[in-house]
């Protein structure tokens, strides 16, 4: 994982450790627009992940990740189904 993508997995595993689920497709979809962490910070009330030292970065980096994966991989490859919050943390370890 790169080290400048460790804070927003840090706060997106916090979300998912409080028991937060979103759907994979608003969380593809939110991705490729660059507004997730805009739209994650607001509805889950945290500041810190609607605006962090490498957000540009961390969003052109899940564009990319989304636009080389379907949904097709996320099970295969990267063992998630459900949550879009699991599949964050996995795009992001694999950065």
Known sequence: MSIEMEFPTLLINHLIDKGAKEEITVVKEKSLNRTLFTYLGKKYDMPDLADFANKSET?????????????????????VENNGLNLLVAALIFS
């Open 59 to 79: 969003e052109e980096y899940l564009e990319g990740w989304f636009n080389t994966y379907n949904g097709s991989d996320y099970k295969r490859k990267f063992n």
